[in-house]
């Protein structure tokens, strides 16, 4: 039995060398193999009985002592596995504070919905209201009630895309004013955005581009109203030196009609590229309400006046951001677009 328990004990040490390169589970095993019920320590204690009986004290003494060692050995076996598993669970799930965070890539604006979100912000805090129109019209809102008549030859100033012989794609938010007249009694202070639609293309026309049309209607209303509000428009929008100019033009629904000029922002007025050496960069056109535009939508023209105004808001980012070709503005290059976060 001496031997057995000796054979035990240098097995034991073995298995516990071995196994401490291992996994808790098979420590256990290990264990069981030795200290489980029918293990082989366990075997010891029930063989006591063949022990003649004057050996038996000593024997048991072997016995229990070794049960003891191995009890002792399996518990700081286990006691160190369990800290190696922590120290490898430990390294694997580090978390490296110090690693620059994984950021989601965020969309912007485009520069003519910032140009747009600018003009509403400028023109709504000086109590204008906004109005938008349907991109699909009527030959009368855009033409006919604006005094161009079938056969005027202002309908050549826009090449438009008709539809049918009275639905067209709108040509000019212009079709707005009349929208909104007809529906709407002075005092009127509108501001109108949207797309248009005319068949052109090239590097500062694209066959869709978006307009901003403005219209008051009041008692007593004149051009230097205009002038008045546009100076403040070209301020804010602007810089505080831009000043405007106001050159005669035509439109068919105002008059007179102008042209509006800007300062420019670059140069100051000395004559620069971006202004081809002229000092003024021309922004919008605008005018006084034609009388037959009022009497069209039911309004009488002895009693109200007003004035009108329409811009391209590519020509405005254009002028803002020096951008010298409007189709950089529709191909949506992003290298174009992430210039533009605000
Ligand atoms: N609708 C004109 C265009 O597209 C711009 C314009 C000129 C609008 C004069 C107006 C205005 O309201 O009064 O070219």
């Known amino acids: 039995m001496k031997e057995n328990i000796e054979r035990i004990r240098s097995e034991i040490a073995a298995g516990i060398e071995a196994v401490k390169g291992g996994t808790r589970q098979e420590l256990f095993e290990l264990k069981m193999k030795y200290l ?3 293990g082989e320590i366990s075997a010891l204690s029930k063989g006591m009985r063949d022990v003649p009986a004057e050996e038996r004290p000593a024997m048991g003494k072997l016995v229990s002592e070794v049960r003891a060692w191995a009890e002792e050995q399996f518990s700081a076996t286990e006691e160190l596995l369990k800290q ?3 120290e490898a669970r430990y390294k694997s799930e580090r978390v490296d504070v110090t690693m620059p965070a994984r950021f989601a890539e965020t969309g912007t604006l485009h520069p003519v919905s910032i140009v747009k979100k600018e003009i509403i912000e400028c023109f709504a805090g000086l109590g204008f209201e ?3 129109g349907p991109e699909i019209e009527k030959d009368y809102y855009n033409f006919q009630a604006l005094n161009i008549p079938a056969d005027h030859p202002a309908r050549d100033m826009q090449d438009t895309f008709f539809i049918t012989g009275e639905y067209l794609l709108r040509s000019q938010t212009s079709s707005g004013q009349i929208r909104v007249m007809e529906n709407k009694k002075p005092p009127i202070k509108v501001l109108s955005p949207g797309r248009v639609y005319r068949s ?3 590097a500062t026309h694209s066959p869709m581009f978006h307009q901003m049309e403005g219209l008051v209607v009041d008692k007593g209303i004149t051009l230097c109203d205009l002038k008045g509000l546009l100076d403040e ?3 804010r929008m602007f810089t505080s030196e831009t000043k405007t100019r106001l050159r005669p033009s ?3 629904f105002t ?3 102008v042209e509006v000029d800007l300062s420019c922002h670059n140069c100051g007025g000395k004559g620069c590229r971006i202004c081809k050496g002229t000092g003024w960069i021309e922004i919008l056109g605008a005018g006084v309400v034609n009388r037959r535009v009022l ?4 309004i009488d023209p002895d009693v109200y006046t007003g004035f009108a105004f329409g811009m391209g808001l590519e020509r405005i980012a254009m002028i803002k951001y020096g951008v010298n070709d409007m189709r950089y503005l529709f191909e949506n290059d992003v290298r174009l677009l992430k210039q533009f976060k605000d």
Not at 295 to 298: L, Q, R, S
């Open 295 to 298: 009497e069209n939508c039911g």
């Open 130 to 132: 906004i109005y938008e």
């Open 84 to 86: 190696k598993e922590l």
């Open 255 to 257: 008059e007179p009609s």
């Open 36 to 38: 489980g019920k029918t």
């Open 250 to 252: 035509y439109f068919p």
């Open 200 to 202: 052109d293309s090239d």
């Open 233 to 235: 428009f070209a301020r």
